[in-house]
Structures are given as structure tokens and as C-alpha cells.
């Protein structure tokens, strides 16, 4: 322009003419300079929409759920890496295919009816869970959120699809669900009572088991807190249990305690409580569980109550009664007397009238004693028709005079009738005396009396004898009590020898079984006699103990030879004590069931007298041996006089018939009469019978025409140690076995001598 100003204007014209000139380059610059900026915008635009299109199909193609374009004829068009990979095919295998064959059979209505609907526009978006199907033939849950995107003028152009592949999430939920379901059947169906509990006490949810224990209708228990099923006894020991919950120094606790039943009685539960905290360790909630033991409870209550007492009088038995005499008879007490008392001829009582008179008598007399006595003495029975008492604080004066009362009450209601003629009845009582100084123990002061008691029957029978200091009554008391140590070592170390005597059959003569005979080894190797001690035995109560030895050496001694492949059946005697004894009972079948010997071949030798003692326990006894696999023999069958009547009543497997009607059976035909009667009587009931005493060849072929089974006496076979027996039956089946095998070597030799 500066060129342009320096050239001389001639005329107007030119002036103008110039000055459009300039206008015109101006104007041409301005186009130039906006050409350029046009082609550098359109350039801009041109970058930013190809680095808008790479973020784009970055995002796409790197998205971490699957996303998908198909058309409106429900192809697919385009597909991410993700979506490939959770349908497990490649790219090219997807585009072009129809979207519903990825969709499961049975979920395929719902996606196809909701793309219609956006295709009409009556509906915006698409969101819902379900099944696609996988190359391989599995089905995942998937989350699918689509939508229609349409152009300018509205017409359809492609859909656009999320999917998430949310299995774990479903498999988590159904997991969940199935637990609170599985929850919920527990505790709507649990046989206990179950009660969620906040930390107020306040019940949020119960069962019905709770109800039912409680009382209380599931509305009532909601509306109320724990206290209402509370009980006093048990408040102090809860809480501290509860606190310790809380401060998080245990997990649980359990307890028995007693809860007020909605009539107001009370229930023994056994309760658990434990605690539900957050996941960050707050305590949440409590779940209580409760179960009845009411039952469990009497029970424990009524079995304490039999351990202590006797079952048919309730008098303490000799147990509770040994140790309460023990704690009063302490050096330093106020003195008294133990009092021994035992009834007269009671054995001809129960042997003529039966075990249930007897036991009429037994409670009639224990009434008596604990009708007359004070309520600071000490009654119990200890056992049969033997009871004992502790007088406390009483003089020789006083003891005496209570005493001669007890007898008289007790001769005065001899009620008893047979025939119609009333049978007396009498006791005789033995009386121990004792201070502050006396130096003996309770057993020794018990010893004592029992002595005492003798002495009084030795005199007469119907009275009463004070023990004596004299050096011959300490001699005997020292000498009973010494038994009774020897015994009880004996038991303990094992020092009781075992001897049998076989049980024949006359027919073939050969041993059938072996009946075990109880032997004391003394101090110098000695063996002692069972009559030297068992009667102590039976008196000191030890009787029971012996038993419970013997057999379990007989189940083992069964069982050892069963296992060494040798039979051998062996016959145990039981006193009337352990026929009543639970215990045995109980540690026959743990030892039949650990040892498994044979069925058969344990029996169980029971005298008549001692079982008919007590009938029922009697026949319950033996209906339980006989589960068992036992069997049992009614030993010194006739010695009492009620025999036959029993004969009905006892089930048993051998009639032992006593040994006074085979000691002279061949010269007495009474004799002959009453054992041809038993072995009838016998076989009617399908029984077999043993004969004891069997000394002599002339009574063993009677035996036979009698038809008597088997047979047992030193004629046939003397008593000998139990382990001379053992010793000849493995030598024996050795020497069988021996001859066994050597057989097939001589008959495959034959043929070659005979060659």
C-alpha cells in the first residue's frame, strides 16, 4: 500500500480507482487469511474425530464387560475382547450370527419381547438378568442393559448391549438364600428350643420347641424379654457367665438351670448361649438354645436316691449307711451305739410263703424300726433281712432299752399266715457301744456289732448282746476284719486261685462244661477253702466284688481259647447279692461284647434259695443273660421248700439237683421218688438236669435209668486248677492237630510201599 501512495493521483478517478484497488486486495487478504484458517480448522476437526474414534474403540475394545452392536435384524455387528471371552469364541465367530442363539432356551421370550418394545418405542432401555450360553454348551447369568440408537429422523440404526457376566453374584445369593432357608428349617424345625436375643434381652425371633418348653405362644415370648422365663437359683451364676461373653473372654457357655414355665411350675433346660458379632466385632446379638432335661433330672435324681437307698424299704443301704457311721463314730463325737439286727428263721419264711411275703415282712419291719427311732438315728438295711442303726449320744442303759422295744414291736406284729395259722416272728440284735475315745473305725464298730448279733442268736435267738472288750471278742473282730483285708487284696492283686470240676454227660461220658470253684491263696502258698471266707464275704459285702472277678476271668478265659481256636463252656456261681446287682449286669455285657466268646458257653449257676430271695430281680436277671447268650443253671434244686412252685417262674436252661438226694440214692427209694419226679418235671419243661455228689460207679448207672443228663461228683472227675484244664486242652488239640497233618503224607506214601 505504500507503493500505492507514492504514485501521483491525476484525477478523482483514479483516486477511486485506487481506492478499490486497495479494497480489493484487502479484501482478498481477509479471504486468504480465512481460507487458511478454514483448512487448518477443518484439519483440527478431521484429528479430533480420528483420536475421538481411537478412544472410542479403545474403550470399547478394552472395557472390562462385555459390550456389543447388532442391527435391527438382531446380528451381531460389532463385539469386545470381553464379551469374546465370556462367551469362550473368537470375533469372526460372532459377527453376523443371531444374537438369540447365545441366549438360553429358556430365558430367550423375555430379551425378544423387550427388543420389540424398543423397536416401537414404547420402551427407552433394556435391564434384566439372564442365561447366555457358552461355546462350550455352560450357561453363565449375565446382567444385560441395552438400548436403541436411532438417527436424525428417528428410524432404527443399531442396538447397543452391556453385558456382565454376574454368576459368581448369583451362585453367592443362591448360597445365601440356601442358608437362611436351611437356617430357617433348623430353627423352625429344631427339637430344642432356639431363641435369637438382643443384647437388651429382648427375644427377636423363637421357635416353636421354645414354646412348647416354655409355655409361652410365640407372640407372648416377642413381646416380653428374657426375664420372664427367669429363675432365681440360676441369676447370679448366668450373669457372670453372660459378662465374660460380652468382654470376649470365652465364645459360649452352657448351664443347667432351672426357667419358670408359663403355669408357673419349673423347668430344668440345659442352656447354650453363644454371641453373634459384625465384622468389625461388635456384639450384634445372642442365640440362646434350650433343651428340657426335667426328665434327665428326675432321673439323675431318683438314681442318686437308689444309690444311697435300698429299693424295696428306701432305708439307707449298707454304702450310705457305712458312710454316714463313719462320719458320726470320729474320734471327739458324743458317743452312741451301732446297732446290728438281723430277723429269726426269716430263710424258712421266704422258702414256705415265696419272695413276695418275704418282702412284705422286709418293709413291715423297716416301718417299725423307723417309726421307734429318733430322728437323729441312723436306719438302713444291709441286706436280706439285716438292718443296722446308729444311736447317737445314747448310754449301754438307753441302747439296750431302745433295742428291747425294736424287738418287741417286731415280735408283736409276727402277722404272717399259712394255712391260717400265723407263723412268729423274732429278731436278734447285736449292740457296739462307743465314746469320744474309742479308737475303732466305723467298719470296726459295724464288725463288731455283727458279731455281737451272732452271739445273740447262738443264745437263743429273740434278744439282744452287747459287744465286749474281752480279748476273745477282740480276737474275733480282728480276725473278721482281717478276712476282709485278705479279701479285698486278694482282689486287688490278683492272689484268688481258680479251680473246675467238669460237668458230665452220663450218656457219652464226656465233659460237657466246667464248674469254677473259687480258691484264697494264703501267706504261705497255702490254698484256702471258699468256706473259710465266703460267709465273711456275704456278711461284709464283698460278696458282690468276688462275683463280678470270677466272671470276668471266665469271659476272658472263653475268649482266649476261642481266639487259640479251643472250646471250652464255664460255669460261674453268683450269690443271692449279685443277682440283684446292676453292676453285674453291666460289666457282663461290656465284657461279652469286647471279648465275643462263643454263644453258650458262659452259664451262670444260681442257687434256689438265693433266687427266690428276690423273684422278680430274679427272673430279669436271667431274661437279660439270656439275651446275652448265656445260660443258667438252678443250683441245689429241692433244698428249699417252695421248689416246684418256682419251677414256672425261673427261666433256666439246667435243674442241679441238690446233693442230699444223690448222696444215698441207691439205698433210699425216697430219694429215687423225688429225682425221677425232678428229671420228669425237667423234660416236660424241655430242661436239662445235672446230678451233684455223684461219688460212686452203682450211682451213676441209676443216674442214667433215671434218666438224669448229666453229671457232676468226685467219681467223675475231682476239682482240679483251672489251668491244668487249660494246659490238657491245648495239648490235646495240638496233638489232634498234629495227626491231621501228618494223615495226607502217609496216604500220598501208599501207593509207593504197595509198588
Known amino acids: 500500500m505504500l507503493a500505492f501512495a507514492l504514485v501521483p493521483l491525476s484525477s478523482l478517478d483514479?483516486?477511486?480507482?485506487?481506492?478499490?484497488?486497495?479494497?480489493?486486495?484487502?479484501?482478498?487478504?481477509?479471504?486468504?487469511?480465512?481460507?487458511?484458517?478454514?483448512?487448518?480448522?477443518?484439519?483440527?476437526?478431521?484429528h479430533a474425530l480420528a483420536h475421538a474414534q481411537q478412544q472410542f474403540r479403545t474403550a470399547f475394545e478394552d472395557?472390562?464387560?462385555?459390550?456389543?452392536?447388532?442391527?435391527?435384524?438382531?446380528?451381531?455387528?460389532?463385539?469386545?475382547?470381553?464379551?469374546?471371552?465370556?462367551?469362550?469364541?473368537?470375533?469372526?465367530?460372532?459377527?453376523?450370527?443371531?444374537?438369540?442363539?447365545?441366549?438360553?432356551?429358556?430365558?430367550?421370550?423375555?430379551?425378544?419381547?423387550?427388543?420389540?418394545?424398543?423397536?416401537?418405542?414404547?420402551?427407552?432401555?433394556?435391564?434384566?438378568?439372564?442365561?447366555?450360553?457358552?461355546?462350550?454348551?455352560?450357561?453363565?447369568?449375565?446382567?444385560?442393559?441395552?438400548?436403541?440408537?436411532?438417527?436424525?429422523?428417528?428410524?432404527?440404526?443399531?442396538?447397543?448391549?452391556?453385558?456382565?457376566?454376574?454368576?459368581?453374584?448369583r451362585r453367592a445369593a443362591e448360597a445365601l438364600a440356601e442358608a437362611e432357608e436351611r437356617f430357617r428349617l433348623a430353627f423352625e424345625g429344631a427339637p430344642i428350643g432356639i431363641a435369637l436375643a438382643d443384647l437388651d434381652g429382648r427375644f427377636l425371633r423363637v421357635n416353636d420347641a421354645l414354646c412348647e418348653i416354655t409355655g409361652y405362644t410365640e407372640a407372648e415370648l416377642l413381646a416380653a424379654n428374657v426375664d420372664l422365663l427367669g429363675h432365681s437359683d440360676a441369676a447370679d451364676a448366668e450373669e457372670e457367665?453372660?459378662?465374660?461373653?460380652?468382654?470376649?473372654?470365652?465364645?459360649?457357655?452352657?448351664?443347667?438351670?432351672?426357667?419358670?414355665?408359663?403355669?408357673?411350675?419349673?423347668?430344668?433346660?440345659s442352656l447354650s448361649v453363644s454371641?453373634?458379632?459384625?465384622?468389625?466385632?461388635?456384639?450384634?446379638?445372642?442365640?440362646?438354645?434350650?433343651?428340657?432335661?426335667?426328665?434327665?433330672k428326675r432321673f439323675e435324681g431318683q438314681l442318686a436316691y437308689l444309690a444311697?437307698?435300698?429299693?424295696?424299704?428306701?432305708?439307707?443301704?449298707?454304702?450310705?449307711?457305712?458312710?454316714?457311721?463313719?462320719?458320726?463314730?470320729?474320734?471327739?463325737?458324743?458317743?452312741?451305739?451301732?446297732?446290728?439286727?438281723?430277723?429269726?428263721?426269716?430263710?424258712?419264711?421266704n422258702d414256705t410263703l415265696g419272695h413276695a411275703a418275704g418282702d412284705e415282712v422286709i418293709v413291715r419291719v423297716a416301718r417299725l424300726l423307723a417309726k421307734r427311732l429318733r430322728k437323729t438315728d441312723v436306719l438302713g438295711r444291709l441286706g436280706g433281712d439285716e438292718f443296722a442303726t446308729l444311736l447317737s449320744g445314747v448310754g449301754r442303759e438307753e441302747a439296750e432299752a431302745v433295742i428291747a422295744e425294736l424287738l418287741r414291736v417286731v415280735r408283736e406284729q409276727s402277722v404272717v399266715v399259712e394255712d391260717g395259722h400265723p407263723i412268729g416272728l423274732t429278731a436278734s440284735a447285736g449292740i457296739a457301744l462307743f465314746d469320744a475315745d474309742t479308737p475303732l473305725s466305723g467298719e470296726e464298730l459295724l464288725v463288731s456289732a455283727d458279731i455281737a448279733m451272732y452271739d445273740a442268736k447262738e443264745a437263743g435267738r429273740d434278744r439282744h448282746a452287747i459287744s465286749s472288750e474281752t480279748e476273745q471278742r477282740q480276737q474275733q473282730m480282728t480276725e473278721r476284719m482281717a478276712w476282709s483285708q485278705r479279701m479285698r487284696d486278694a482282689l486287688e492283686q490278683g492272689t484268688f486261685v481258680l479251680y473246675q470240676q467238669p460237668v458230665v454227660d452220663l450218656q457219652t461220658g464226656l465233659p460237657k462244661s466246667h464248674e469254677l470253684l473259687l480258691r484264697m491263696r494264703g501267706d504261705n502258698g497255702e490254698l484256702i477253702p471258699p468256706a473259710a471266707f465266703l460267709p465273711i464275704a456275704e456278711r461284709s459285702g464283698l460278696i458282690t466284688e468276688i462275683d463280678r472277678w470270677v466272671t470276668h476271668q471266665a469271659i476272658a478265659t472263653i475268649a482266649e481259647?476261642?481266639?487259640?481256636?479251643?472250646?471250652?463252656?464255664?460255669?460261674?456261681?453268683?450269690s443271692g447279692a449279685s443277682v440283684s446287682d446292676p453292676a453285674l449286669l453291666d460289666m457282663i455285657e461290656?465284657?461279652?461284647?469286647?471279648?465275643?466268646?462263643?454263644?453258650?458257653?458262659?452259664?451262670?449257676?444260681?442257687?434256689?434259695?438265693?433266687?427266690?430271695?428276690?423273684?422278680?430281680?430274679?427272673?430279669?436277671?436271667?431274661?437279660?443273660?439270656?439275651?446275652?447268650?448265656?445260660?443258667?443253671?438252678?443250683?441245689?434244686?429241692?433244698?428249699?421248700?417252695?421248689?416246684?412252685?418256682?419251677?414256672?417262674?425261673?427261666?433256666?436252661?439246667?435243674?442241679?439237683?441238690?446233693?442230699?438226694?444223690?448222696?444215698q440214692l441207691t439205698s433210699s427209694h425216697e430219694d429215687q421218688l423225688v429225682v425221677r419226679a425232678i428229671v420228669e418235671i425237667a423234660r416236660g419243661l424241655g430242661k436239662r438236669t445235672v446230678a451233684e455228689f455223684v461219688g460212686d460207679e452203682a450211682t451213676m448207672e441209676l443216674l442214667r435209668e433215671l434218666g438224669v443228663n448229666d453229671g457232676q461228683g468226685f467219681h467223675l472227675g475231682r476239682p482240679a486248677p483251672l489251668e491244668d484244664l487249660i494246659a490238657a486242652t491245648t495239648a490235646a488239640a495240638e496233638a489232634a492237630a498234629s495227626a491231621e497233618a501228618s494223615a495226607p503224607s502217609r496216604s500220598a506214601s501208599a501207593p509207593a510201599i504197595q509198588a
Open 14 to 46: 483514479d483516486v477511486r480507482m485506487w481506492q478499490r484497488a486497495i479494497g480489493l486486495v484487502v479484501l482478498a487478504t481477509a479471504i486468504g487469511f480465512a481460507v487458511r484458517w478454514l483448512v487448518a480448522y477443518l484439519r483440527a476437526g478431521q
Open 63 to 169: 472395557a472390562p464387560i462385555g459390550i456389543a452392536l447388532f442391527g435391527v435384524d438382531a446380528r451381531f455387528t460389532e463385539v469386545n475382547r470381553a464379551l469374546c471371552e465370556m462367551l469362550g469364541v473368537e470375533r469372526q465367530q460372532l459377527v453376523g450370527v443371531p444374537v438369540i442363539e447365545y441366549v438360553a432356551p429358556s430365558d430367550r421370550v423375555e430379551p425378544v419381547d423387550t427388543f420389540r418394545e424398543l423397536m416401537k418405542g414404547s420402551r427407552q432401555t433394556f435391564s434384566s438378568e439372564v442365561r447366555l450360553q457358552r461355546a462350550d454348551g455352560r450357561e453363565i447369568w449375565c446382567q444385560l442393559r441395552a438400548s436403541l440408537v436411532r438417527d436424525g429422523d428417528g428410524q432404527p440404526l443399531h442396538f447397543i448391549v452391556q453385558v456382565e457376566d454376574v454368576s459368581a453374584r
Open 241 to 269: 457367665f453372660y459378662d465374660r461373653l460380652m468382654r470376649g473372654e470365652i465364645r459360649s457357655y452352657r448351664l443347667e438351670r432351672r426357667i419358670v414355665h408359663a403355669t408357673g411350675r419349673s423347668v430344668w433346660v
Open 275 to 296: 454371641l453373634v458379632r459384625d465384622s468389625s466385632g461388635v456384639p450384634r446379638y445372642c442365640i440362646k438354645q434350650l433343651e428340657d432335661i426335667s426328665d434327665r
Open 308 to 349: 444311697d437307698h435300698d429299693a424295696l424299704t428306701g432305708l439307707y443301704n449298707r454304702r450310705a449307711f457305712q458312710r454316714e457311721l463313719d462320719e458320726r463314730t470320729v474320734q471327739g463325737s458324743n458317743g452312741g451305739a451301732v446297732v446290728v439286727i438281723d430277723l429269726d428263721h426269716f430263710k424258712d419264711i
Open 561 to 574: 481259647q476261642r481266639r487259640a481256636g479251643r472250646e471250652i463252656r464255664l460255669a460261674v456261681n453268683l
Open 590 to 663: 461290656r465284657d461279652l461284647a469286647k471279648m465275643a466268646p462263643p454263644p453258650g458257653s458262659l452259664i451262670f449257676e444260681v442257687t434256689e434259695t438265693a433266687a427266690i430271695v428276690n423273684l422278680d430281680r430274679a427272673r430279669t436277671f436271667a431274661a437279660t443273660l439270656a439275651e446275652l447268650g448265656c445260660e443258667l443253671a438252678l443250683d441245689d434244686f429241692g433244698a428249699g421248700f417252695g421248689s416246684f412252685y418256682y419251677l414256672k417262674r425261673l427261666p433256666f436252661d439246667y435243674l442241679k439237683i441238690d446233693g442230699d438226694f444223690i448222696r
